[in-house]
């Protein structure tokens, strides 16, 4: 496997080097929306959900509820970020690149009861109808995302046209610039601080919860700034995807696997999987597992580029058969490719549930997370996640861990 370019910088900024540049990180992806708007034919999309408003925006908010905070992003002229309580008296001092704020409504998934949500959606529908007034859109399509049936229909009651902005955003945020990347590669190396402590810490006695929160700490310590809880599954539960976080103690002997997913470097996700074996080298078995394993994502790696698509990927995982199983649906998330960034199920999808018989062309850019796993169920197995970026070449690796054996814990 051949790796992407190692990052030259950390997570500092100097004016004496090029590291990630964050203000042409977000031009480049309003730019990039607003041709998207262009091209789908919309005046404007109104969007929550912070893999969309982060994108959009630049900036973070508050999500311990659904659509707390949103913008109304238009083809042509100056943004309109609708903000919510406590954020908004402050954030604008912070933010000099939004021009034009407000304060957001939200009706907490209809907790004030039916009647008082009804009205306060359509108080949202009256200011955002207003702001496209002002705009001289009103009469036009607006797309919208992120926002409940309760949003959708008081827009639509105040005459505004609504389309589904889901397809546009995974339309224009399917391939990644110079800036996304590297925070991709960031949030990795990052994760790697995790795996290497989870390295320290398995041994027989040691708690899966334990080891877990510690490599979470080290990630944090390392530069992630929003960290998920790390899950490890180990022995019986190592396969199909058993119960995590159950407080299991390590036996000697054991496989463990941690999947370290949504641990993010400026908004962007890991999607990342390793194995290890607890006290001991892996038998033969477990060997044959794994060695079958990186064969079978070695082959789906090199299908991916430019020029192929993703069933020319596809077809190197195995059946759902395979394993016994009647339809592709009981591997869903299991033998997968998915896109990565802001959204960390975002285009293109490989599987062979879709992608042969709805295949998706692979674009210079695009970055995707690549994983599959091996083993017997009630008796164990492994599992392994790579995450790649297309160039004109093929498919490079952005994770750098050690992927081609199972490494033995604890190290040293």
């Not at 370019?5 to 042409?24: A, F, K, N, P």
């Not at 992630?224 to 002997?253: K, Q, W």
């Not at 993703?310 to 016994?324: K, L, M, V, Y």
Request: proline fraction near 5%; charge should be negative.
């Amino acid at each position: 496997m051949k790796y992407a370019e190692e990052l030259r910088h950390g997570t500092s900024i100097g004016e004496w080097r090029q590291g990630i540049d964050v203000d042409r990180l977000r031009a480049e992806r309003q730019e990039k929306a607003r041709k998207g708007l262009r091209d789908h034919g919309f005046a404007a999309i109104l969007a929550a959900r912070p893999e969309n408003t982060r994108y959009l925006t630049g900036l973070k908010g508050p999500e311990f509820q659904p659509a707390l905070w949103y913008t109304l992003f238009p083809a042509e002229g100056d943004q309109i970020v609708f903000h919510h309580a406590g954020w908004i008296p402050i954030y604008p001092a912070e933010a000099p690149w939004i021009k034009e704020w407000r304060l957001a409504r939200a009706w907490f998934t209809r907790g004030p009861g039916e009647e008082a949500s009804r009205l306060e959606a359509e108080r949202f529908a009256r200011e955002i109808k207003q702001e496209l007034v002002r705009m001289g859109i009103q009469n036009e399509k607006l797309a919208i995302v992120g926002f409940d049936g309760l949003a959708s229909q008081a827009l639509r009651d105040a005459g505004i046209t609504v389309i589904d902005g889901w397809p546009m955003m995974l339309d224009i945020t399917k391939t990644k610039t110079q800036d996304e990347i590297e925070c991709l590669k960031m949030a990795f190396a990052a994760t790697d601080a995790a795996w290497y402590r989870t390295w320290e810490l398995l041994k027989p006695g040691a708690i899966d919860v334990d080891v877990s929160a510690e490599a979470m700490l080290a990630a944090h310590k390392a530069g992630i700034e929003d960290v998920p809880t790390g899950h490890l599954r180990s022995g019986s539960l190592t396969f199909d995807r058993g119960f995590a976080g159950t407080g299991r103690i390590i036996s000697f002997g054991d496989l463990v696997y941690g999947s370290f997913c949504g641990a993010k470097y400026m908004g962007y996700n890991t999607c990342y999987y390793r194995t290890f074996s607890v006290g001991k080298e892996p038998d033969a078995k477990v060997k044959s597992w794994y060695s079958e394993l990186v064969d079978r994502l070695n082959h789906v790696i090199e299908a991916v580029k430019p020029g192929n698509t993703t069933a020319d990927a596809a077809i190197h995982f195995p059946p759902a058969s395979r394993w016994g199983y009647k339809e592709e649906a009981e591997v869903l998330t299991l033998e997968i490719g998915h896109g990565i960034g802001l959204y960390n199920y975002g285009y293109p999808i490989i599987n062979r549930q879709w992608s042969l018989e709805h295949p998706m062309e692979f674009e210079v850019g695009m970055t995707l997370a690549i994983e599959g796993r091996e083993g017997i169920p009630g008796e164990g197995g492994v599992r392994l996640e790579d995450a790649v970026v297309i160039t004109e070449n093929g498919a490079e690796l952005i994770d750098r861990w050690p992927r081609d054996e199972i490494l033995v814990a604890p190290h040293g």
